[in-house]
């Protein structure tokens, strides 16, 4: 009973020997009553033929059974592989636009910051112009104030008289366009 029950469970195999139909006759002319009378060699042939049809058919209809499930196993894994495609597409522009965003983002600031940089150098220049300007003006007022009190405890020595000898030619009487007298040598004040 073991036996019959696993054989049930297990698969069809159509190329197993069947019973044989001498046996099935006997089986069922004991269950009725009644003999049945024995096949002759063509009911067997026909019924072998029969047999060997029948398990053609059987084959042929499994044959198609595998291929419809394996159409329907290939047509489902292409169908998982175009919606694991599909999401990967989505996956992949979704990461593409966030790299994108980040790129956008590290560029303006950067741009910020290299700008909040030159803004910090153009003051750090003004300053120092600034500080430039304002040491020289009071280096130079420094200077001024140190010259005036230079000039007050040491005023500079007065310029020496100019002396301008003029020679005249002793034949011409005119100085300047002036007639001038020649001296008396015998007086005694000239």
């Not at 069922?28 to 058919?57: K, N, T």
């Not at 104030?145 to 007050?152: D, G, K, R, W």
């Not at 003029?166 to 009487?173: P, T």
Request: hydrophobic share 35%; with cysteine.
């Amino acid at each position: 009973m073991a036996d019959g029950m696993a054989s049930q469970t297990s698969s069809f195999d159509y190329d197993s020997p069947d019973v044989l139909d001498e046996v099935h006759r006997a089986i069922v002319a004991e269950m009725s009553g009644s003999v049945l009378a024995p096949l002759s060699d063509e009911e067997i042939a026909q019924r072998e033929m029969e047999r060997e049809i029948q398990q053609e058919l059987y084959r042929q209809q499994e044959a198609e059974i595998a291929a419809a499930h394996e159409h329907e196993r290939l047509a489902k894994a292409e169908q998982e592989q175009a919606e694991w495609l599909a999401e990967h597409r989505k996956v992949e522009a979704i990461r593409q636009r966030e790299r994108a965003q980040e790129i956008d983002r590290l560029t303006t600031q950067r741009a910020l910051t290299d700008l909040r940089l030159a803004a910090a150098r153009q003051d750090t220049f003004q300053r120092n112009v600034e500080n430039a300007q304002r040491n020289a003006l009071a280096y130079q007022q420094h200077q001024t104030v140190l010259s005036h009190l230079e000039a007050m405890i040491n005023p500079p020595e007065p310029p020496p008289e100019r002396v301008v000898v003029v020679e005249a030619d002793e034949e011409d009487d005119t100085f300047c366009g002036v007639k001038v007298t020649r001296p008396n040598p015998r007086r005694s004040w000239w």
